[in-house]
Every structure is written in C-alpha cells, then in structure tokens.
C-alpha cells in the first residue's frame, strides 16, 4: 500500500473577489492522481505557479484545512484522508520543510529546535534525547546543537531544519523548494543530507518539489512534472530528458547539459542527448570528428 494516494484532486484557492461568478475555473491543481510508496524519492518540477508547493501542502493536510478554499478529490497519508484527519495527526507521519529555513523555527538553539517536536508529541525526555543526537548527527550539525540558530549560515539552518522534522520520525519527508535560497555549497549540503536519509533510513520516502531541476533529479526515483495546475509528466528521471525540449518550450528548466542539448539539436539537426559531462564529451567529440 503506497505511503501517499492522490486520486483526482482539484484544488483551488478561495477567491479575491467573494461574488467570483465562475467558481470551477482556475485550478490550481488540476486533477492530479499520485501515489508514493515507502523509501522512494519522488521529485515534483515546475515553474512559479505550477502548483508543485500547494500539491506539497495538500499531502500534509494544511490544504484545504488550513487554506479552506475549493477541494475536489482525495488525499490518503498512511490511510488517513486529509480532509477528514487532523493536521497534527497527519504531522506524525508527514514532515515538511519550506523554502525559507527560518519559516520552520520556533527555537533559540540548534537543539531546542530539533526538541521541539518531539517534545509536543509528550515522547519521553530519554528519548527525545536520542532522537536529537541522532538527527543532528545525520545532518552533520551535531557540533552546533548549543549554537543559537540566528549564526547559522543559510545551508545550516536548512540542515537544522530537515533535522526538526527527521526528529518526528515521519514515514514521508517533503521538502519544498529547499535549495531555494541557498548557494552552491549550502545546496551541496542539502543534498548530502538527502543522501544520508535514503541509506539511514530507506523505509522514508521522500519528496522534493522545486524549479530547478538539479537537485529534483538528484537520485529521484520518479519525477511529476507541474505546468498550470496539471500534471503534464510522470515517469522515471530519464523521461525528463526525452522530452527537454517540449518541456523547455513549456518554460519548465532543464539541467543544464540537457537544455544544451536542445538548443545543439536546433541550430544544427543533430540528436544529441546528454545528461553527464562524460556523455556530453564523447558526443561532440565524435561529432566534431567526423
């Protein structure tokens, strides 16, 4: 039984206007059917406004409970519909992180911060404490649990707060845009600390919504591409590539060696197709050889 069902869900926002005369348009997820299984990495791409942050909040229940607005469709976290199921049930299984790292903090210190948590689930002062050490240490922040999170740099505090929700131990880790904001090194750290959480725990699932497509493919086991509201891709990673350039017409990125691809196949009727440095020297190296 997959950890995530999305069946048919449409979903929009209340409003601006309250006498909107056409309540059915404007979708800001348009029918979408997804499921999640245990210990995979599903990567979510799209651009500003493809409704790959609202179809985040929509498997944590925060949407349609928090946001109201109109829902049509289901949402099962761990055979929980979400519609019918508290948020902070649902928060025991599903943890997300945000964009900006300090959108999650409630704490002064690293570990304050990671405690908090597993601290209002009433978990026993023992464990907590194992928990807290376990975390920080998976995210490599273990020499700064004492450090106030205010002198964390931005890739820190990102690590600090995956570490929050991983105290929770949840079945499935969303992390939503979490790059973001971050430099090429805090990114590289994000996606160590995304590594070292498939191989500790391979039983959690994870999922990574974002517009840049590097970090969503990095390792993902499937990838659902966003455009308007709708899902206009599901497959493995290599699906990506096939279709760069129908997805770079659509305004959707491609890692950079796949958009050089397209953009080589354009000017000059080639077929190149190249997701590595490697791949991409060996190509033109045999074309510029002929």
């Known amino acids: 039984m997959a950890l995530v069902r999305i069946e048919q869900l449409h979903y929009r926002y209340p409003p601006f206007d309250p006498n909107d005369p056409d309540p059915q348009s404007g979708w800001t997820l348009d029918d979408i059917s997804l499921e999640v299984e245990a210990g995979e990495f599903l990567g979510i791409l799209g651009t500003t406004g493809s409704g790959k942050s609202t179809l985040c909040l929509a498997m944590t229940g925060l949407v349609p409970q928090q946001t109201s607005g109109t829902i049509r469709g289901d949402v099962w976290v761990d055979d929980l519909n979400t519609k019918r199921t508290s948020v902070v049930e649902i928060a025991t299984r599903v943890g997300i992180v945000f964009q900006d790292p300090e959108s999650n903090f409630l704490g002064l210190t690293v570990e304050d911060e990671v405690?908090?948590?597993?601290e209002n689930l009433a978990?026993?002062?023992?464990?907590i404490r194992d928990r807290l050490a376990w975390a920080l240490e998976l995210v490599g922040m273990a020499q700064?649990?004492?450090r106030s999170v205010a002198r964390l740099s931005g890739g820190q505090k990102?690590?600090?707060a995956i570490a929050s929700v991983l105290a929770m131990l949840p079945k499935v880790l969303i992390l939503d845009?979490?790059?973001a904001e971050l430099d090429p090194v805090g990114t590289a750290e994000v996606l160590d600390v995304i590594d070292a959480v498939r191989e500790r725990r391979p039983e959690t699932a994870v999922v990574m919504a974002s517009g840049d497509p590097v970090p969503v493919l990095h390792g993902a086991n499937r990838v659902a591409v966003l455009d308007a509201g709708q899902m206009i891709l599901h497959g493995e990673p290599s699906n990506v590539y096939e279709r760069s350039a129908?997805?770079?017409?659509?305004?959707v990125a491609m890692p950079p060696l796949a958009e050089l691809a397209v953009l080589l196949n354009r000017r000059s009727e080639t077929n190149f197709r190249f997701e590595t440095v490697d791949e991409a020297a060996g190509q033109l190296r045999r074309y510029l050889a002929v």
């Open 177 to 179: 845009d979490p790059t």
């Open 158 to 160: 990102q690590r600090v």
């Open 246 to 251: 129908e997805l770079l017409d659509r305004g």
């Open 115 to 118: 405690a908090f948590g597993p």
């Open 144 to 146: 700064y649990r004492e």
């Open 123 to 127: 978990i026993p002062r023992s464990e």
